[in-house]
C-alpha cells in the first residue's frame, strides 16, 4: 500500500516570508495529491489538490508541485500571513481506500 | 445546507463499552467516509461506503463496524472499547470518488476517549 512521510513536521517562519512543506509516497500507482489545511480544533479542509498529468498548480498565495519520476510533491505558501498558522497534511491515493495521509506539518507564522 | 454533520462532540468511554458515532450529510453525496487522526498524527481510513447498501474497509478496520442504509447516514459503531480507540473520529463525503473535482468535505469531528 502507499505510504507517505511529510516533512518538516514543524516549520516557523516570520510573516511575509515563504513556507514549503515536503512530502513523499511510495506508491508509483498514486494519481490524486490533496493538501488539507487543519487549524486547532476544526476539520480539515482541502486547500489545494493536484492530479499525476500536472507538474504545478497554483491559487493565489499557495502552489502545490509534483515530481513524478522522485516521487515527491510540495506545498509552496508565499506571503505568509498570521491566519496561514495551522497544521497542513499531505495526503496520495490512487483510489478510495488507499488514501494515505501524512502525518502533518504545523506551521507557525509569527508577526 | 448543514453540510457533515457529527454527534456527539465529545465522549467518554470505560472499556468494554459500546457506542455509536453518528454522520450524516445533506449534500446528496455517494461517498461517505470514516478516518480517526491519533495525536500528532494524520488521518487513517476506517471504513468507506459508495452508496447505500454499500460498505466496505479502509486501512483500519478493526474494532468497528459500519451501515449505509440511506444516503445521508454513515453511522460507525464500536464494539468492546478499548484505549487504542481513543482518537478524534471525522466522517467525511464526496459526491464522487474522492479526486480532482470531488472534494472530501469533513464534519466537525466526535472526540473520543477510552479509560
Redesign the interface.
Known amino acids: 500500500g502507499e505510504n507517505v512521510e511529510q516533512h518538516p513536521s514543524t516549520l516557523s517562519v516570520q510573516e511575509g516570508d515563504s513556507a514549503v512543506i515536503k512530502c513523499t509516497y511510495s506508491d508509483s500507482a498514486s494519481n490524486y495529491f490533496p493538501w488539507y489545511k487543519q487549524e486547532l480544533g476544526k476539520r480539515p479542509q482541502l486547500i489545494i489538490d493536484i492530479r499525476s498529468n500536472v507538474g504545478e498548480k497554483k491559487d493565489q498565495r499557495i502552489a502545490v508541485t509534483l515530481n513524478k519520476t522522485a516521487k515527491h510533491f510540495s506545498l509552496h505558501i508565499t506571503e505568509t500571513q498570521p491566519e496561514d498558522s495551522a497544521v497542513y497534511f499531505c495526503a496520495a491515493t490512487s483510489g478510495i481506500n488507499d488514501m494515505r495521509f501524512g502525518a502533518g506539518t504545523r506551521l507557525t507564522v509569527k508577526p | 445546507n448543514a453540510g457533515v454533520t457529527q454527534t456527539p462532540k465529545f465522549r467518554i468511554l470505560k472499556i468494554g463499552q459500546s457506542m455509536t458515532l453518528q454522520c450524516t450529510q445533506d449534500m446528496n453525496h455517494n461517498?461517505m467516509?470514516w478516518y480517526r487522526q491519533d495525536p500528532?498524527?494524520?488521518?487513517?481510513?476506517i471504513y468507506?461506503s459508495?452508496g447505500a447498501g454499500i460498505t466496505?474497509?479502509?486501512?483500519v478496520p478493526n474494532g468497528y463496524n459500519v451501515s449505509r442504509s440511506t444516503t445521508e447516514d454513515f453511522p460507525l459503531r464500536l464494539e468492546l472499547a478499548a484505549p487504542s480507540q481513543t482518537s478524534v473520529y471525522?466522517c467525511a463525503s464526496s459526491f464522487g470518488?474522492?479526486?480532482?473535482g470531488d472534494?472530501?468535505f469533513?464534519?466537525?469531528?466526535t472526540r473520543l476517549t477510552v479509560l
Open positions: 461517498y467516509y500528532g498524527m494524520g488521518l487513517k481510513l468507506y459508495v466496505d474497509k479502509g486501512e471525522f470518488l474522492a479526486g480532482p472534494e472530501q469533513f464534519g466537525p469531528g
